[in-house]
């Protein structure tokens, strides 16, 4: 009895499961549309930017050489980052000037300042997209040739552009390949020739290979051709 008087006495917070006023709905709607973002932001940084030409041909670098866990993948995502950072300034600029301060400010609405802000990020994409990648899928999801960017579709647009990247990464892979590739060719007839086939011929090119990677500062080129290739 006592424990029962015990239990009515407790006062229990109400839940309400409504809100007091539109605004409330609004900023809402505001935080859960930021947390998606937020969610969606390394899906966003891949696809979307140079972030993924650029870890690409690092990572041919890497295999050309030999070195297999020099430079740490940490490093090159690393790098692969601020280069991107950097490709991208003037895109997150032109974002930042035209939607989301204006946003921010008050002087444009939640949807005007999403399609203003999907505008330079579209135009970097549709620069750097193939035209047959591009038509491939609207070929298969029966769309009609756009006359302008802004009616191409995001749907349509980030997957051919993603394509047209891979293929250029492994376009600068194949040219930086050959040299290592030769080396190693030219290490392994030699060992060869004089008998040592138990040696690894592996063991014996990767000191040259880092050597002439030295000698022709290859990190400098390797940076300066993806930085032209924007």
Known sequence: MMMTNFLLSLSIPGINFGTDAPG???????LLFLMTILSLAPGILIMLTS??????????????LGTQSMPPNQVLVGLALFMTFFIMTPVFNEINETALQPYLAGDMEQEKALDTAVMPIKEFMAEHTRQKDLALFFKYAGLEKPDSIEEIPLTSLIPAFAISELKTAFQIGFVI??????IDMVVASTLMAMGMMMLPPVMISLPFKILLFVLVDGWYLIIESLLVSF
């Open 24 to 30: 409330d709905v609004s900023v809402t709607l505001q």
């Open 51 to 64: 972030f993924t030409r650029i870890i690409i041909v690092l990572s041919f670098v890497r295999t050309g």
């Open 177 to 182: 390949f050959i040299p290592f590739l030769i």
